[in-house]
């Protein structure tokens, strides 16, 4: 193993939830409330590996070692700096996979968007990450690890900026096909003891499996939803987003409006305008039918360059018209700025590869 690389094991103690760690500290002959002091190291203060945990006994961090549990798992491989600020890092985990995840400032705040798995299956036309193909899930201890090392880079290279505040499940791959893991780490986040952020400070995207939304609402997850619409009608979206063919437009709009119901929360619409295609006067009109009488708000992006080249970001001028087209709707759209697209780290741009941030 190369000097720096991560403990090869599976035992990530940022992966257990409060109750697991409860019992692994009793299992290694330590008292309950042990496992508190630990959970502080591991979500607050971001230790680096359990000797870093100086109030917990000797004899405990070698029991827990020598079980295999480690803290951190990954390698950072490659870093790449926008010149908007914007930093792009390329990770190697415990198997030698790789993920990316971005970091969005602002003059406000800081902003974190993680990957929930190593490459992803949903094979968006429009999205780099799809032609990876899916390899695995990340555990609850790689996606807080994200977390933790961009916190913590933040506090050694640029002091004085904002606290890591917002996070968005957005990155590589779909969290609604790995909701156990992305459950853990936004309950973690959320949880006083340690990030105590806010549910509105966090979303978790999904390009559309319903059954995930519907399980989202049900588990009472501490999250705000975001949907990738990114078509007005279910032939346009299916073109585009293969999810589409599997769980229907009107099948999913029904999803949403059962969250809403069930949550009494908005719901985000993610909607990429494309030249020709969802960037039209029918696309406009039909997406001012899905957000008319909805508890809803559409964030717009123009395409970002992706390796299809049948899809065109529209122009300033097409995007203005389909804007003026949305009429009285508009007030529930946004058009979003691009972040780090110089690197490569702007939405659906994400896509792991040859050991280098690309």
């Known amino acids: ?138 555990s609850a201890g790689e996606i807080l690890e994200q977390f933790v090392r961009t916190r913590r880079w933040l506090k050694e290279r640029r002091p004085g900026s904002p606290a890591l505040s917002n996070v968005v499940f957005m990155g590589m791959g779909e969290p609604m096909n790995n909701l156990d893991e992305v459950e853990k780490a936004v309950r973690w986040l959320h949880d006083q003891r340690s990030s105590n952020l806010a549910r509105r400070h966090m979303t978790v995207s999904t390009s559309g499996v319903v059954p995930g939304i519907r399980e989202f609402a049900r588990r009472g997850i501490p999250a705000q939803l975001a949907v990738s619409l990114n078509g007005s009608n279910q032939e346009m979206r299916a073109e585009l987003m293969p999810v589409s063919r599997r769980w229907p437009l009107p099948e999913l709009l029904s999803a949403v409006d059962d969250y809403i119901a069930e949550t009494g929360l908005e719901v985000t619409f993610e909607f990429v305008l494309i030249r020709g295609i969802t960037c039209t006067d029918s696309a406009a009109d039909e997406l001012k039918e899905i957000v008319r009488n909805r508890k809803c708000k559409v964030n717009a992006i123009a395409l970002n360059s992706s390796e299809n080249e049948k899809l065109v970001s529209p122009s300033q001028e097409e995007i203005d018209r389909f804007f003026v087209r949305m009429g009285s709707a508009r007030k529930f759209i946004t058009l979003r700025q691009p972040r780090g697209r110089d690197i490569l780290a702007a939405c659906g741009q994400l896509a792991a590869q040859k050991g280098k941030a690309n």
């Open 1 to 138: 193993m190369r000097e720096g690389a991560p403990a090869q094991s599976t035992r990530s103690l940022r992966s257990l939830s409060a109750s697991e760690l409860e019992q692994l500290v009793l299992e290694c002959g330590g008292k309950k409330y042990r496992a508190a002091q630990i959970a502080l190291w591991l979500h607050r203060d971001d230790v680096e590996s359990v000797d870093g945990m100086v109030n917990v006994p000797l004899e405990l961090r070698s029991a827990i070692s020598e079980r295999g549990w480690v803290v951190e798992q990954m390698t950072e491989v490659g870093r790449q700096e926008s010149t908007d600020g914007t930093v792009k890092w390329l990770y190697e985990s415990w198997d030698g996979s790789k993920i990316e995840c971005v970091l969005i400032p602002t003059e406000e705040r800081n902003s974190i968007c993680v990957s929930t798995q190593v490459g992803c299956a949903m094979q968006c036309a429009f999205c780099r990450t799809g032609r990876l193909g899916f390899k695995r899930n990340l």
